[in-house]
Each structure stands twice: as C-alpha cells, then as structure tokens.
C-alpha cells in the first residue's frame, strides 16, 4: 500500500500559485521570449497610455511620499539630513517596479532579497503573511554593506500577495569591532558588525520585542537603529495604503499586468535609448584599488598592503545591449573592501539612472537590458563567507566612476557631448567616532556628516562642486548643527579644498574639508573613509586630457592649545591653506600627526579640545587639455578660493597675480600665452610612444617592477582568461610570462 502524499497548500500568489511558482514562471517566460513576463504585446499601453501613465505616477508618488513619512519618524541626522533612504515597490516575486529618491542603488537587491526567501520557502517554512515584518542586511544574501538595512513588508490584496514594500536606510552604527556607521577596520565577517539573515522580526505590523531586545544589546545605539525600523514600518504602511487604493481605483487584473508591462516597457525603452545616444563598441578602463592594512588594528594574518587589479571592458552590443566584463579582476582578500555581483548589479542601476534611465521609470526593465559578467573567486565575487563589507562601495563607486567615462565616450562618439560626464566622486569626509560621547554615554559610534564630494567634469562645464554622489543623486550634507547634537565635535571651518578637483578644459568638482574640535569627552577616536579612497594610486579618472584628482590627507593635532588660544582670543584654524604648510600645524600647538586616505582609524585618542581636518580629494576626473581651459575660469576658481597660484601657472599655463587693491587676481594674457606655447613645444620634444612602450617593455621583461605591483599583475594573469592573453599580447612577453 503506498503512503499518501499530503496535500500541498494553496500558494499565496496570483491564481492560488506559490511564489516559487510564480518566480519560475516568469524567469522561465523571459529566457523564452527575450520579453519580461512574456509579454510581446503591451494592451494596456496601445490601449489607453495615458491611463498607465496615470497608473504609474500613483505609485510614484505612493514611495516618494513614504520616504518623507520615513525622515520625519526617524529624525537621525543620516536619515532627516542626508536623505540616506529609499523606498521600493516590488513584484510578489521580487522584481523591483518603482522606487523613490534616495540611495536607489538598493533597489535591485532588496527585490534580490525577496527573491531569496522565496527561493528558500520562506511561503511554508516560516509564512509569509499580512503584517509580517522582514529584516535583512545579510551582504551573503543579497546587500552592498550591512550598514544598509532592508525593512521589507508583504502586501496582500483578498488573500494574494499582490507585492512587497521596501526601505532602505543607512545606518549611523552597525556595532562593528570598529564603531561606526562605516567602520573598514577590519578584516572578516566576525568583526563586522550586526549581520540580520532576512529574517522576520515582527508580526500584526508590530517589531517582535525579542528583536528590540536584541537590537539593544548588539549595538551602540540600539534605540535610534530601532526607531529607523519604525520609520522604515511606517513608510512600507503608507505604500501599502497607497497600494490598496492603486487596485480599487484600477482593478487587480489592471494593477498586476500593468506593473508587468512597465516593466517590459521600460526594458525595451532602455535598449531603444542606448541605440539613440551610442556608438556600439568595446571601451576599455582598468581599475587599481588598494588596501593598506599593514599598520591596522587586524589579526596578523591580513595585517599586509595589496594593490588589486579590476579590467573594466565594456560592451555596447548594435542592438543597445551594454555588457560590463571584470575578467582579470584579482583575488578576494581579507578586507573590508570585497563586493557581489549583486552590490555591482545595484551600483549599475544607480549609475544608469543618473546618466541614461532618467524618465522617472526606471526598475527592473532598466537592468534586464544589461548584463555583468563577473569571476567568481575574485574580488568582486568571493568564494567565502567569512569576509567583511564595510567598504564595498570602494569598488563600486571607483569602478563605476571609470564606467561613467567609458559611456561618456560612447555618448561623446554619438555626437551627445552635453551628456558627456567624467566619472563619479567617491567618498568624503571623517565617517566613524567612537568612544564616549558629548553626553557622557559610553560605548559610543556614529557616522559624520557625508555628501560633500565633488562630482565628475562635463565635456560642456565644470563639475559641481561638494553637492555629488553617485550613490545618491541629491547629495546633502544637511546641517552641521543638528550634526553636532549626534557627534561630541564643533565644526571649526567648512569649506571647499583648493585644488581638489581633477585638471582640464573643465576640471572636476572640488570637496568639502571640515576642520573639528572634539568637545566635551575624554575619549575618542576617529576613522575616514578607509579604502575608498586611494593613498598612492591615482584612479585614471580624467578624459581626452583631463587629469584625476590628487590624493588625500588628514590632519589630526592631540594635547592640542585650543582652550588656551580661545581664553586669549587668539585664531584657531578654519581651513587647509597650503598642504605643504597647512594653516593647522602653522596656528595649533600639540602632537601633529598627518594620515593618509585608506588609512581606516587614527591611531590617536582624541580628547576635548583636540582637533581633527580631512583634506579630501575624491578622485574626480578632468575633461580635456588643462591648456585649452579659458583663463577667465582659471581666474574665477583663483579668486574663489579653489585654484592656486602654483596650480594656474604649472597646470594651466596661466600666469597670475593677486591684486590686493583690487582684491582679486589679474592674468596677464601675454604671458599667459606664452606659458601656453612653450608647453605645447615641450610636449613635441617629449618622448615618442614607441620609445616609451619599448622602454617599459624591456622592463616588463626584466621584472623591474615594485614588488606589490608584481603580486598583483600574477593574481590577475592567474585569474584571467581573455584580458591576461590581451595584456601579453600588448606588451609583445611570451605566452606564459609572470612576474
């Protein structure tokens, strides 16, 4: 007699379906038809476009109106001020279909997230039901780091599930070994920082207690990570109110093929885009990140400095395909610096919304259009687990900076020079306090304020200055007031970094320097940005001539007489002035120390008083001949502050002088000129390229090469299959050449 098999429930999806059912389903259609959900013909949209567009600005406003419930709930500066958040609605199997401003890059992997647990039937084995909560920030999952946390909601209409609501924020304190909401000290997962495995932390809309208790006893400042979770509940209620009335205003059969068809819609509106402003081809870029871990509080088995190599091609297929391909791209290591394939997947959507996708429209039809080919057991696709992620937007936000130039040039090929931007600042500023704080609480660990970067150049203009973020188009540092009531510090000087900007015809966005006196604690220590910002490497930022940035430093004075130069009515510091004499160690006196970018934590503790200045480069690139720059704009940026003398004349070929009457500089066109010609005679007697290439070749081929830069080469050729044959080739070595 054989066993009966019991009966297997009825799915929550659309017609009684389970979601794995539904997830197959359409993944299945898609790889048949080469058209999202199947759906070769778009009814609605023939029938009636202005109904759908009606239908789809419900919704938009629906996410964009919850993320402003979502800054008033939760009130943190990071929240309140930066707008560190985004809102998402997705499919019930997980495809993104619209998002709100914000830090959209999670979009993608939020839907990635829901897409895990239904791939590990969460519908049976842990239920998914209205008023469920989810929480995830597990990078292993789906996330870029785990200082972004995903809040995700089901929405159910007459018993389906007819979508989910999402919310991102980014938090100011992970309960990383290092505090923070930042931290890149250190070097595995068990360091890293709180890890929440797409978990259900509430039902009936209401956070399990056990989980507030937990949050309490995880991180340093457990009741602002609770309340983001209630402003994140809050904003995933008011899309699900939102949702509800979409469906009875237009009906559930409406509401489900109509998100299908947007999709579709948006992903052949994509290709048609591309067709439109590019030029099919292969570009090419090459990524160096480095790692210097060698003087960090780590285990002394990743306690070591790495260069790692990342090939950037990319692929503009005739019918608007763009194809990204990392192959060389080197090993995984014991950093905070590692990234996914689904972290680059998110960053490729961010960077396409900011360039191309900017209807208003864009979601997972934007990503259908793309594809990343990516190694797996390399830095962009580990093998292991156990790794942190602190700083996985190092990767994203350097490599897609070069993207961003690579598309420029397919643009600038098209004839849409307007479009043209020079990559992507990454990040600014001092990020993690730890310690005790201006209110006696102890541990302590916060984020500082961030978005002051400066952005990439245009073919047609400068780059805006201190206002960019590929990570977040609405760049805002927000006010520095309500900051200090988060941070035991006072804002002595915020102003722009002369020089700071990348050299050309129109040069890069020039960065925020803060200059901070820690107040009122015994006991503090400070972290920057830690790897994603380069120390030795200059990121071949720049385009048709323009140069990259400069590199980065942080000023730090301890035992500071800052209360002695305050009792005196004395200057204390307010600026950078010149790097090879800065006004901080010519004012303050006390134990000067300077650091690095990538330095990760100051290995000062920092008391009332003491003083703390970031002078920031964010590796944002010039477009064209610095020479070829107009000398009114050269003059313009001498006169504002952000170009120097040094800078006009060895650079630019600009020969100026302040004025002090005037209280300005003048140019002296003439010599200008003349500086101009004998720079151009200069470069016709320079070495031809032939020579160079033979040169460095003979040099290959003698192993003269620092021995980091020799691992790394190695690690690539060893990783590789196309880009190491394509490396030899170029530089004419044997087939089996290594370092």
């Known amino acids: 007699m054989t066993q009966q098999q019991p009966s297997r429930c009825a799915g929550i999806g659309e017609g009684g379906r389970t979601l794995i059912e539904m997830l197959e389903d359409g993944t299945g259609r898609l790889a048949d038809s080469g058209h999202y959900y199947g759906l070769e013909r778009l009814d609605l949209w023939e029938a009636d476009p202005m109904r759908m567009e009606l239908f789809h600005s419900r919704l938009l406003a629906a996410v964009g109106a919850a993320r402003e419930v979502t800054r008033m709930i939760s009130a943190s500066p990071m929240v309140r001020e930066s707008g560190e958040l985004c809102i998402g609605f997705f499919t019930p199997d997980g495809d993104f279909f619209i998002q709100s401003r914000g830090i959209g890059g999670h979009a993608s992997i939020m839907g990635d997230v829901i897409k895990w647990m239904i791939r590990h039937n969460y519908e049976e084995e842990v239920g998914i039901r209205e008023g469920d909560l989810f929480c995830s920030n597990e990078i292993d999952i789906a996330a870029i780091h785990n200082q972004d946390v995903y809040d995700l909601l089901p929405i ?23 505090p923070g909401g930042m931290p890149t000290a250190q070097s ?25 208790r937990s949050c309490k006893f995880k991180l340093r400042m457990g009741d602002q990570f609770l309340l983001d979770r209630k402003g994140a509940i809050a904003a995933n209620l008011k899309v699900r109110e939102e949702v509800r009335k979409t469906i009875e205003e237009f009906g559930l059969d409406y509401f489900r093929r ?46 070591k400095d790495q260069y790692t190599l990342i090939p950037i091609e990319f692929v503009i297929e005739p019918n608007g395909k763009y194809v990204l391909d990392f192959d060389g791209a080197g090993s995984w290591g014991w950093h905070a610096a590692n990234t996914t394939p689904a972290a680059l997947r998110s960053a490729l959507g961010i960077a396409l919304i900011d360039t191309i996708a900017y209807t208003g429209k864009a979601n997972e039809g934007t990503l259908l259009a793309t594809e990343l080919r990516v190694p797996y057991d390399s830095v962009m696709w580990p093998s292991t687990v156990f790794l942190p992620y602190a700083s996985a937007w190092s990767i994203l936000l350097n490599g897609y900076g070069l993207w961003l130039s690579l598309q420029s040039r397919a643009f600038f090929s098209r004839g849409f020079k307007e479009e043209v931007l020079v990559g992507a600042g990454s990040g600014d500023g001092m990020q993690d306090f730890a310690g005790m704080d201006h209110y006696g609480r102890e541990p302590f660990g916060c984020i500082f304020a961030l978005n002051g970067a400066g952005g990439g150049a245009f073919a047609i203009r400068d780059a805006v200055d201190c206002a960019f973020g590929l ?39 020039c960065t925020q320097s803060n200059t901070l006196m820690i107040y009122n604690t015994p006991r503090v220590c400070v972290g920057d940005m830690g790897m994603q910002l380069q120390s030795k490497v200059l990121i071949n930022s720049g385009m048709f001539g323009g140069y990259p940035s400069g590199t980065s430093q942080v000023f730090v004075v301890t035992d ?8 005196q009515k004395k200057p204390l510091v307010h600026d950078v002035g010149d790097f090879r004499s800065p006004d901080i160690e010519k004012n303050i006196q006390g134990h000067h120390r300077r650091y690095p970018a990538g330095f990760g934590l100051t290995e000062d503790v920092l008391k009332a008083g003491d003083i703390i200045q970031n002078a920031t480069s964010c590796q944002t690139g010039g477009y064209g001949d610095p020479i070829e720059r107009d000398s009114k704009l050269v003059k313009k940026d001498m006169d504002n502050g952000l170009c120097s003398e040094e800078m006009a004349k060895n650079i630019y070929c600009v020969a100026a002088s302040y004025d002090p009457d005037e209280e300005e500089y003048l140019v002296d066109e003439q010599k200008t000129s003349d500086l101009r010609n004998a720079e151009r005679q200069r470069r016709l007697g320079a070495t031809p390229v032939r020579e160079w ?6 040099a290959l081929l003698n192993r003269q090469v620092h021995p980091l830069l020799k691992s790394m080469y190695n690690d690539s050729m060893a990783k590789g299959n196309r880009w190491p044959a394509e490396f030899r080739a170029f530089w004419d070595l044997p087939g089996e050449f290594t370092f």
């Open 156 to 178: 159910f209409w007459e018993n389906e599930l007819v979508g989910w609501s999402g919310t991102v924020i980014h938090e100011m304190e992970i309960g990383a070994v290092i």
């Open 188 to 212: 595995e997962r068990f360091t890293d920082g709180v890890r929440i495995c797409a978990e259900k932390v509430g039902e009936n809309n209401q956070l399990y207690k056990y989980f507030e």
């Open 258 to 303: 109509g998100t299908r068809e947007l999709i579709e819609r948006e992903r052949r509106d994509q290709l048609a885009r591309v067709r439109m402003r590019t030029v099919p081809g292969r570009y090419r870029n090459c990524l160096m990140e480095e790692y210097m871990l060698s003087h960090m509080p780590v285990a002394v088995l990743h306690r």
């Open 471 to 509: 990570y977040n188009p609405e760049s805002d540092i927000g006010n520095i007031e309500v900051w200090e009531l988060a941070v035991p510090v006072v804002t002595l000087g915020a102003s722009i970094l002369r020089d700071s900007g990348g050299c050309g015809k129109y040069r890069g966005g």
């Open 560 to 567: 500071a007489n800052t209360q002695e130069l305050i009792s």
């Open 693 to 698: 290439w033979k040169r460095r070749r003979e």
